[in-house]
Antibody
Framework: QVQLVQSGAEVKKPEASVKISCKASGYTFTSYYLHWVRQAPGQGLEWMGM????????NYAQKFQGRVTMTRDTSTSTVYTELSSLRSDDTAVYYC????????????WGQGTLVTVSS | EIVLTQSPGTLSLSPGQRATLSCRASQSVSSSYFAWYQQKPGQAPRLLIY???SRATGIPDRFSGSGSGTDFTLTISRLEPEDFAVYYCQQYGSSPRTFGQGTKVEIK
């Protein structure tokens, strides 16, 4: 069965960086895009960007341009998102989410990774 | 960027009642690229409806979606106890992908 298993919770100080992983299994890793969506406490869902695991190509939301880097390791079927220059309002649960290439809905979600930014 | 506005913010209903949730887009969205998700506390969202009206795998038929252009609706025909949750609409036809702010369906 399809599984997206994310790395554990992180606590970071302001201005630091965080790198979250998402290991995919149960399907052909390079056949689906992986997106990252975050959710601040008590708030809604915010799309951050996506990566094509086949080519490594990325598309980031303008809000995160220059601060986010999404990468993949095809040998381990894992994608990563790294967010730099962390601020307190980056405190959120970060989800990796699968979708078919192109304009398709998000059909499988990881369990989420809580990132807390606090001094 | 397409902005999605959901209404109402909170819907207070009893089990067995019908729930009607709305989502309005700031510009026209192809119905092929419109989805609804359900999120329960402490869980990741789950895909309910895609293509505006197609149910995802395993979704019961009490959930239905409709709409086109800028106005979309999610209907739950008879609320079951497990349906009390937050519901989000989403457009996935253009970048950035955007979500509505959510509608909470709570027990009255």
């Amino acid at each position: 069965q399809v599984q997206l298993v994310q790395s554990g919770a992180e606590v970071k100080k302001p201005e630091a960086s965080v790198k979250i992983s998402c290991k995919a299994s149960g399907y052909t890793f390079t056949s689906y895009y992986l997106h990252w969506v975050r959710q601040a406490p008590g708030q809604g869902l915010e799309w951050m960007g996506m990566i094509n695991p086949n080519s490594g190509g990325t598309n980031y939301a303008q809000k995160f341009q220059g601060r986010v880097t999404m990468t993949r390791d095809t040998s381990t079927s894992t994608v990563y998102t790294e967010l730099s220059s962390l601020r307190s309002d980056d405190t959120a649960v970060y989800y990796c989410v699968r979708a078919e290439p192109g304009s398709y809905p998000f059909d499988y979600w990881g369990q989420g990774t809580l990132v807390t930014v606090s001094s | 960027e397409i902005v999605l506005t959901q209404s109402p913010g909170t819907l207070s209903l009893s089990p067995g009642q019908r729930a009607t949730l709305s989502c309005r887009a700031s510009q026209s969205v192809s119905s092929s690229y419109f989805a609804w998700y359900q999120q329960k506390p402490g869980q990741a969202p789950r895909l309910l409806i895609y293509g505006a009206s197609s149910r995802a795998t395993g979704i019961p038929d009490r959930f239905s979606g409709s709409g086109s252009g800028t106005d979309f609706t999610l209907t739950i025909s008879r609320l079951e106890p497990e349906d009390f949750a937050v519901y989000y609409c989403q457009q996935y036809g253009s970048s950035p992908r955007t979500f509505g702010q959510g509608t909470k369906v709570e027990i009255k």
